[in-house]
């Protein structure tokens, strides 16, 4: 039996011997990489695997899903894969479920902008926690999920039975929070969050999470006010501003590549009134290539909005809409790009019925939008004026 123990957590090694054989490899210590690839052979030498350097195993897969999980979100898709072959093995295994599970949690995540996508996440989690019924993280998980498809009451009860054991960890209480700020009880999630700092105070995600939370405090008295907030009110704003700015600044601090967070300092920097900064920030955002392609279309659609709004600039702006919309991933952001431009093109058509590009464009995103008798009729205006107008120059005054 315990000759059987000490095989199976060989094999379980395999993937993270392979990983510093090819580490030290690409490092030139060749005689280190030779070591952990000699680790490897001998547990492959089992009489039925025809593979030197490989074997076909359950746990293996699992641990290769794990792996996978934690190098972002490109490889969630395989990462789910891999706990997918281990559970054809063993489809009672907990572990093998629970990486399922958070795998296609993830992945509903990743995609949760693309149109069309369908979430499949909600049932692999309740075997999970059927498999895992002490696991927290898993049960925060659920809760998060239920929210998501309307059934809040059920998943704050899996929140409660997550914070409720003693063993929770940071990473429970910072979900949590998102799903008390979703709520709306944006003082409890703002409880847990700061509980969470104090035992890993540089943690990117933490500050992140603290920041969204005073943003949504902030516009839940903008709206109790509608918009105009005095006094008390407009000081308390103004401090919550202050609370979020820190806490993103923080964020992208100890990450610079963390797009999400950048996004929102630049919109908190335009809340302050601070359009230098919003600026320096955005021209940040344009020069990264995030691999979400609806987060670049994003950055193309709130800087679009900044130049419509606060700098004034309607030909920057159309020019980044244009920009979210050339990204042709099917996405709630660009379809609301394509609104936003709708809307300032038929601005400017009020203002100049006579206006050429403006014409154009509107047919252009009637194009878009699958109406062709409409982008037909707006082209062929743009086309009859274009006419009128060079012959105008022919002639001459």
Same mark, same amino acid.
């Given at each position: 039996m315990q000759k059987e123990h000490a095989y199976q957590a060989s094999v379980r090694s395999?993937?993270?011997?392979? /990983?510093?054989?090819?580490?030290?490899?690409?490092?030139?210590r060749l005689a280190e990489a030779q070591a952990y690839l000699d680790k490897v052979e001998?547990? @492959?030498?089992? *009489?039925? /695997? *025809?593979?030197?350097?490989?074997?076909? @195993? *359950?746990?293996? =897969? @699992? $641990? $290769?899903?794990?792996?996978?999980?934690? @190098?972002?979100?490109k490889n969630y898709e395989r990462a789910k894969a891999c706990f997918e072959k281990a559970l054809e093995v063993d489809p009672e295994n907990p572990e093998f479920s629970a990486g399922y599970a958070i795998s296609a949690y993830r992945l509903d995540g990743f995609k949760v902008a693309t149109k069309g996508y369908r979430q499949f996440s909600l049932l692999p989690l309740r075997q999970a926690v059927r498999l895992n019924p002490d696991n927290g993280y898993i049960k925060v998980l659920l +809760?998060?999920?239920?929210? =998501?498809?309307? #059934? $809040?009451? $059920?998943?704050?009860?899996?929140?409660?039975? +997550?914070?409720a054991n003693m063993s929770s960890q940071t990473y429970v209480f910072r979900y949590a929070a998102k799903f008390y700020r979703r709520k709306g009880s944006v003082d409890k999630a703002l409880e847990l969050l700061k509980k969470a700092l104090q035992e890993t105070p540089t943690s990117v995600l933490l500050h992140h999470q603290i920041g969204l939370c005073y943003k949504a405090q902030m516009i839940q008295i903008k709206e109790a006010t509608k918009g105009q907030p005095r006094g008390q009110n407009r000081e308390k704003i103004d401090k919550m501003i202050r609370s979020a700015i820190f806490h993103f600044e923080s964020a992208v601090e100890k990450k610079p590549t963390f797009e999400v967070a950048h996004l929102d300092l630049a919109r908190m920097y335009i809340e302050a009134g601070n359009h230098r900064k919003a600026e320096e920030t955005f021209q940040k955002l344009l020069c990264m290539k995030p691999v979400v392609e609806e987060t670049m279309q994003d950055i193309h659609l709130q800087y679009a909005r900044f130049q419509e709004f606060q700098k004034k600039s309607e030909i920057n702006a159309i020019i980044h809409y244009l920009k979210a919309i050339k990204i042709e991933q099917a996405s709630f952001i660009r379809d609301k790009s394509i609104n936003s431009l709708k809307k300032l093109v038929l601005r400017k058509l009020q203002r100049n019925s006579l206006d050429l590009e403006s014409l154009s464009l509107l047919g252009f995103v009637y194009k878009l939008k699958g109406n062709m008798n409409e982008a037909l009729?707006?082209?062929? #205006? +743009?086309?009859?004026?274009?006419? =009128?107008?060079? /012959?105008?120059v022919r002639q001459g005054p």
């Open positions: 395999l993937v993270t011997w392979s /990983n510093f054989a090819w580490v030290y490899y690409h490092m030139g001998n547990i @492959c030498k089992k *009489p039925s /695997n *025809p593979f030197r350097y490989r074997m076909e @195993c *359950p746990e293996i =897969d @699992c $641990e $290769e899903g794990w792996a996978l999980l934690k @190098c972002g979100g +809760a998060l999920k239920l929210q =998501d498809n309307g #059934q $809040e009451a $059920e998943g704050e009860k899996y929140l409660e039975e +997550a914070l009729e707006y082209y062929e #205006q +743009a086309l009859r004026l274009a006419a =009128d107008f060079e /012959n105008s």
